[in-house]
């Protein structure tokens, strides 16, 4: 199946500091990616989605000031967590699709903890 | 809001038996459903969708079933293995949805017994 990259996989940071998410999809074109945000023992939050060449669109209680998403090409979108706090400390997760109908290949997870 | 899967259940099975996680759904108009497994630590794995127009679909050592008219889904894996450990999230998709946006379960958490 098609591979989803994501990037780094584990990140440490100091608070007040920003971060990068990278997303990318390997072998495929991918106009839309999603970004999730995901606490321990529960599902996955979507948080925005992110359709190339436009800006993301951001679910309720999303700030976007503070993700930023940038979905510059086909292959690659990114999430930046400005001005990180504790609270900010979650597994980060991204998915795209090739097209409509077809299964979303996940990303391996970004662990961000925020000290 | 509309929402798939609204529990967190642990499952807890003996190697070798077969296990069924179950899902219930609200969006009557939801057209395809998948199930995903994620291990500890990684994103979720696509393991088998099935569309509306399908009662059931199997796969390897899983097979989806799908009763619209309760509006539950469930996931049949046989012979459970030790590496089937994972939570198992069901997932929608409201018909043509643009996006392709998933609306997500809440997961159930299998552990399988030696």
């Known amino acids: 199946g098609a591979v989803v990259s994501q990037h780094p996989s584990r990140v440490i940071c100091k608070s007040g500091t920003s971060v990068k998410i990278e997303c990318r999809s390997l072998d495929f074109q991918a106009t839309t990616m999603f970004w999730y945000r995901q606490f321990p023992k529960q599902s996955l939050m979507l948080m925005a989605t992110?359709?190339?060449?436009?800006?993301?669109?951001?679910e309720q209680g999303v700030e976007k000031d503070k993700f930023l998403i940038n979905h510059a090409s086909l292959t690659l979108s990114t999430l930046t967590v400005t001005s990180a706090h504790p609270e900010d400390s979650s597994f980060y997760i991204c998915s795209a699709n090739e097209g409509w109908g077809t299964e979303a290949f996940f990303g391996q997870g970004t662990r961000l903890t925020v000290v | 809001g509309e929402s798939v899967g609204l529990h967190l259940p642990t499952l807890s099975v003996q190697e070798g038996d077969n296990s069924i996680i179950n899902c219930a759904y609200s969006n009557s108009a939801s057209d395809y459903f998948i199930w995903y497994k994620q291990e500890s630590g990684k994103g979720p794995q696509f393991i088998i969708d099935?569309?509306?127009n399908m009662d059931k679909r199997q796969g390897q050592r899983v097979t989806v079933l799908l009763n619209k008219t309760v509006k539950h889904l469930s996931l049949q894996i046989a012979a459970t293995q030790p590496g089937d450990s994972a939570v198992y999230f069901c997932?929608?998709?409201?018909?043509?949805?643009?996006?392709?946006?998933?609306?997500w379960g809440a997961g159930t958490k299998l552990i399988i017994k030696p």
């Open positions: 992110s359709n190339e060449g436009s800006k993301a669109t951001y």
């Open positions: 997932a929608e998709i409201p018909y043509m949805d643009s996006n392709y946006q998933l609306i």
């Open positions: 099935i569309r509306s």
